[in-house]
Nanobody, 120 residues
Framework: QVQLVESGGGLVQPGGSLRLSCAASGSIRSINFMGWYRQAPGQQREFVAH???????NYADSVKGRFTISRDNAKNTVYLQMNNLKPEDTAVYYC??????????????WGQGTQVTVSS
C-alpha cells in the first residue's frame, strides 16, 4: 500500500555529484525510518545511510563525508546528496521506509531501485 519511487540516478564521472530522491505515497500515518541501501554487481545489498525521526542520521563508513541524507517530512521524501563519487559507488540504490499506516499497522516498504554508475 506504501509506494516508494526513487529518482535521480544516472551516469556520472568520478568526482561528480548526484542527488537521489525517494518519495513515499499511500495510506501513511507516519514514517519513522527512511534509508538508502545499495547493491553492486555480484555483491550483497549494503547499508548506505538512514535518517530516523528524533534520532538523527547514520552513514556507512565508506560514504561518510561524501554523502548527506536529508528529508522533507511534509512530502514524505528522503534525499541522498552524493558528492565526490567514486567508481566503487556504482550500484543500484534502493530506498527503504518504515512506519505505520493510518490504521496503525506497521509497514516496511522498498523502492524498485535506481542505477548509479560512476565511470570515466
Amino acid at each position: 500500500q506504501v509506494q516508494l519511487v526513487e529518482s535521480g540516478g544516472g551516469l556520472v564521472q568520478p568526482g561528480g555529484s548526484l542527488r537521489l530522491s525517494c518519495a513515499a505515497s499511500g495510506s501513511i500515518r507516519s514514517i519513522n525510518f527512511m534509508g538508502w541501501y545499495r547493491q553492486a554487481p555480484g555483491q550483497q545489498r549494503e547499508f548506505v545511510a538512514h535518517i530516523i525521526s528524533n534520532r538523527g542520521t547514520n552513514y556507512a563508513d565508506s560514504v561518510k563525508g561524501r554523502f548527506t541524507i536529508s528529508r522533507d517530512n511534509a512530502k514524505n521524501t528522503v534525499y541522498l546528496q552524493m558528492n565526490n563519487l567514486k567508481p566503487e559507488d556504482t550500484a543500484v540504490y534502493y530506498c527503504n521506509a518504515k512506519g505505520v499506516y493510518r490504521d496503525y499497522t506497521d509497514f516496511n516498504s522498498w523502492g524498485q531501485g535506481t542505477q548509479v554508475t560512476v565511470s570515466s
